[in-house]
């Protein structure tokens, strides 16, 4: 038999392309052209290679998407072989693998399965998969009386297993949704499995078929409609583009897509996360409704106790609040806010019935709160609450809390695209809420300091709703996003009547909100003007505990990894400094003739500030041994944090060699401090990270990275062949890369200049910078390293001489630093 692949066979996709781009947006178009093409060539091949040998008893049937009649241009074939005689013999196996074959050589890619009738009828705890499938299958080709009688049987077979399969997609719905941490609000969205995605409108899809038909359900898919067609479209754009299956939508392809549409990135985004919104919501509500019509057993009739909660307005039932007279938001519409306060107290969801019943009623309600009156009387009772962040979010996912505050709309699905940043604007928000509030139920001894914190302060409240509005700048042109949001934040605490005792804190809040991450990233804890600086910024320690909080939640709402336990204790650090110069005044003069050894004499003061007395000896019997070997090495762990310290004679270039020792070993340094004493000794200290757990899983890797050191220090070793074997391979970035800026400063430091660096990350950068800072005669007192994926944020504290430098001198550095940010 041949194995050609005949005319009727090809799948060319260019017809595909160009009908998409001809009717962007009628995607159901190019769905309905693909499912026919593919119809087309598997009818030819059954046809030519299984007819012959299968005059009856097979049939082929369409199964999900392909069944749907939703062929995206590379999405899997799904085809079921129904017969009660598989393959048997070499002529019928032959003619199977010819079918298939013909299938693959047209470029489909297919995923099939053999199974009978009894099979297709049979519940699979296995594969359930198949049974999904089924909901969706299609004839084809084949025997069609096989076909007939399957389909006969099927809808009793979905009759009986109908709360099995029910259970089972409620439960997946939710796994999927929780691998995703349970938002449609992630910058790179995958628009298949991302809540909100095309799984979510299968969902929906399958829920429905596999109701009762006396039961009456909404028509989810058919509100959906306008969603359900971007969705669609943009997967179409993902494939065609990529050429494959591909669901992930970057950062470059929103760029492209959006200059299709003829829109910003921004817009087109915003547009995909409302939509996503929209389809995420109308899931949970057919889970909600589906879950009410599976007998619950025993637990459940159990939980039934809660609707004694139910009040004059309110009935609980099922876990799930209702509105017992849903007319009452018209002639009331200050029950919704009564029903989000309910839910607050008690964390109870509101029911998908009371949910569509406020959605309906947005623009009464809109209509309504746009007039000054005391709303904050209902929010400050909804943020007190122990389950405020649950009541939070489902006023957003409602539009409720836009209804109250039309300023919200600005942030809504709004993209910023930076480097660590993984949601939009307004989810970032909500997770900040929910990280501040989840140190009332703290476990973790690292942030035990920061629990304590927040059983000090007065009114979580205010610093909830601070939260809430502190990014609302971010939805338009301004200054800074931090002075438009207290702009705004002003106008709206006057129109919904917040009291003139919470207005002055959380206007500061909101104004002052990156001021802790600011000193964090870019001054000398140690310095004594960096303490006089936040408290000239903070003025009380009731504003610098809330301040604080503040900073924990919304760095920690960044990203899952954004506080890092560095951040977290320098975090700390801050708070201590700020509270100390609050109430005491510090001393950075340099320590004199009258040290308690001499080896301490000519460092400065904040060396025994941020040094026990402990490690202040351990440091001079370093010392010591240091002169008889010329290098006193220690290394050590703390945590997930290594320290390297470096005792030995002073000479140009010590700092710079380090740095890139560290880095040419794939270290990560995250911060280091440079001293010197009158006798021409430095003690060098670095604090690094080890992304690569080199040194945790091999141990003997301890002792030759302090060896290495050795050699560098004392000039048997080049630290420029460390790094020439550590250069990152050139990847296709996908992100926007990173503006190389250098920043001076003569009035951060009463006897140094600061300098700041910002600059792609790339290995042996903070060598490459402080060779060139050596080269100009420079001495670096203290140097401070963060950085946030690709962006460096180094930090310099210079003295030439002694002394500040010049303004001639701040120029030429400036061009010397810029041109090594700028090489690739």
Known sequence: MTNAVNPPFNSPLDGIRSAFFENWDQPQLV???????VDRIVQAAFDQYLTPVFPAGITVLAVGGYGRCELFPNSDIDVLLLTENPPHNDVTRDALSSFLRALWDANLRLSHSVHSQEECCQYHPQNVELNISLLDQRYLC?????YDKLAKRLPKFVSTERQTLVKHLIRQVRERHEKFHGTVYHLEPNVKESPGGLRDIHAIGWLNKLQDSTREMPDWLGELAEPIRFLHATRCYLHLQANRDQNLLQFDIQESIAAERGVTPAEYVRQYFLSARRIHRSVLQAVDICETLVPSGLFGQFREWRSRLSTSEISVSKERLHLKNPQLLESDPDVSLRLIRFSARHGLP??????????????SLTAHYAKPGPIWNYLQEILSQPHATLAMRTMHETGLLAAILPEWKLIEGLVVRDFYHRYTVDEHTLIVMENLLALK???DPARNRFSSLLSEIESIPALLFAILLHDVGKGIDGPTHAMESARLATAIMERIQVTEEDRPLIHFLIDQHLALSSVMNSRDLSDPATAEHLASRVQTSERLRYLTLFTYADISGVNTTSMTPWRLEQLWRIYAIGQRELTKELDSDRIGNAAAHPFLEGFPQRYLRTHTDAEVAQHIALADSARESGVGIELTRQGGIWNLLVITRDRPKLFAALAGTLAGSGMDIVKAEAFANLRGEVLDSFTF??????????????????QTVERVVLGKLDATTLLASRRRPVVARTKPTVRPAVYFDSEVSDHATLVEIIAEDRPGLLFDLASTISHAGCNIEIVLIDTEAHKAIDVFYLTKEDRKLTAEEVAALERRLGDVCQVS
Do not use: F, V, Y
């Not at 769905?31 to 093409?37: C, E, G, P, Q, Y």
């Not at 509101?350 to 623009?363: G, K, M, Q, T, Y």
């Not at 080890?690 to 990275?705: A, S, T, V, W």
């Open 31 to 37: 769905l309905a052209r693909r499912t026919a093409d």
């Open 689 to 706: 990270s080890d992304p690569g757990r080199n040194l945790e899983l091999n141990p003997p890797e301890i002792d030759r990275l302090s």
């Open 441 to 443: 139920k703290n476990s």
């Open 350 to 363: 509101l029911s998908a019935d009371a949910e569509r019943r406020i959605a309906a009623a947005l623009p």
């Open 142 to 146: 084949g025997d069609r009386a096989e």
